[in-house]
């Protein structure tokens, strides 16, 4: 069975830095694309970056482009998120997403974490 | 970036309606579209990949059409649990973007 396990939520302060993790399990975690999607309090869904398997290639928003960071370390089936310079309008929950059905780096994913809270205050 | 542009808004219906859900792409992205389901408080669940191609598990009320810029979600007959959002996601060109969503209410 997939399972994607999001962490590293947390109460932030604009200009600060954090960093999400997501652990995979119940399946070759290198051989597949992942993404990150997220989703502002009580509006529609954001893409934010997907990453390809191997790590070689990724791919960003404008709005974050420049700001976050995809990472993937596949000896530990672990995906990240690095948040830098955090804004107000950075807070959502971010969900982490596993492609199914292709092997693109595009390929819509199938599986989602539950996601993870992140809330950008002073 | 491609927009891409769900109609309606909300679409207010009865158990047993048929519900048919556009997406429109401000420019051709082939058939690199797809529809995700999300139930409040919980993640998006992958229903039609690739315009019309049902994910693992779907009920095969679902259903996808459509190439280009104009796409279509159709739900033969809803059910109770099939009232939810609604978003279409294009692959077709790097950034990917979502559609804004349908919700689809009981009437």
């Known amino acids: 069975e997939v399972q994607l396990l999001e962490s590293g939520g947390v109460l932030a302060q604009p200009g600060g830095s954090l960093t999400l993790s997501c652990e995979a399990s119940?399946?070759?975690?290198?051989?597949?694309?992942m993404t990150w999607v997220r989703q502002a309090p009580g509006r529609g869904l954001d893409w934010v970056s997907s990453?390809?398997?191997?790590?070689?290639?990724?791919y960003y928003a404008d709005s974050v482009k420049g700001r976050f960071t995809i990472s993937r370390d596949n000896s530990k089936n672990t995906l990240y998120l690095q948040i830098n310079s955090l804004r107000a309008e950075d807070t959502a929950v971010y969900y982490c997403?596993?492609?199914?059905?292709?092997?693109?780096?595009?390929?819509?994913?199938?599986?989602w974490g539950q996601g993870t809270l992140v809330t950008v205050s002073s | 970036e491609i927009v891409l542009t769900q109609s309606p808004a909300t679409l207010s219906l009865s158990p047993g309606e048929r519900a048919t859900l556009s997406c429109r792409a401000s420019?051709?992205?082939?058939?690199?579209l797809a529809w995700y389901q999300q139930k409040p408080g919980q993640a998006p669940r992958l229903l039609i990949y690739?315009?019309?191609n049902r994910a693992t598990g779907i009920p095969a009320r679902f259903s996808g059409s459509g190439s280009g810029t104009d796409f279509t979600l159709t739900i033969s007959s809803l059910e109770p649990e099939d009232f939810a959002v609604y978003y279409c996601?294009?692959?077709?060109?790097?950034?990917?973007?979502f559609g804004g969503g349908t919700k689809v209410e009981i009437k």
């Open positions: 997403a596993k492609a199914g059905y292709c092997t693109s780096t595009s390929c819509p994913p199938e599986h």
């Open positions: 119940g399946f070759t975690f290198s051989s597949y694309a």
């Open positions: 990453i390809s398997g191997s790590g070689g290639n990724s």
């Open positions: 420019q051709s992205v082939s058939s690199y």
């Open positions: 690739d315009a019309s």
């Open positions: 996601q294009q692959r077709g060109y790097w950034p990917l973007t």
